[in-house]
């Protein structure tokens, strides 16, 4: 706005038509991303389907993840910047805060009909309870299937951890 005449200013409606699309675009994401999780985690059949390969860790593990495509697409993902989610009281899934993590700007590509094993830490100290990763995928490429989601979530079976 520019000061005392009520006229907003070129860089304000700048930044205001920007804002407007980031919103914009926000809300096309997410009305177009896509979970594959089921209770009791991944399934044979779902399209994409992240496994950890144990049931119980310790914190500050380091945990194996199989990330699996059975689609003909393919997704972009970073494996470093997965999620830990908690089972809290009443069952609803809480992110893990991880502030001090930190992960480089990388793309993976998970290519149709293959998979893709990444290694992760976990936090320590965590506490004793019930968990699981997520891992946000993006599809990639030119001539993908138009009804294919933009973006995906890959949910881990749950795993306990416990300390020794």
């Not at 990330?67 to 910047?81: A, K």
């Not at 930190?102 to 004793?128: F, I, Y």
Request: proline residues 9%; glycine residues 10%; contains cysteine.
């Amino acid at each position: 706005m520019v000061a005392g005449s009520g006229r907003v200013s070129p860089r304000h409606r700048h930044q205001r038509r920007c804002g407007n699309a980031l919103l914009g675009a926000l809300a096309l994401v997410s009305a177009s991303c896509q979970t594959f999780a089921r209770p009791g985690g991944p399934r044979p059949d779902d399209p994409i389907s992240l496994t950890v390969s144990r049931n119980n860790y310790e914190p500050g593990a380091v945990v194996s993840l199989a990330l699996t495509n059975r689609t003909e697409r393919t997704y972009g993902y970073n494996p470093c910047t997965r999620v830990i989610e908690g089972l809290a009281s009443g069952g609803t899934w809480v992110a893990v805060s991880e502030p001090n993590r930190l992960c480089t700007m990388e793309l993976r590509l998970l290519e149709p009909r293959t998979e893709r094993v990444s290694q992760t830490e976990l936090p320590s100290p965590l506490g004793e309870g019930t968990y699981r990763m997520v891992i946000a995928l993006s599809l990639q490429g030119e001539g993908q299937e138009p009804a294919a989601p933009a973006s995906v979530s890959a949910i881990t079976n749950i795993f306990s951890v416990s300390e020794p």
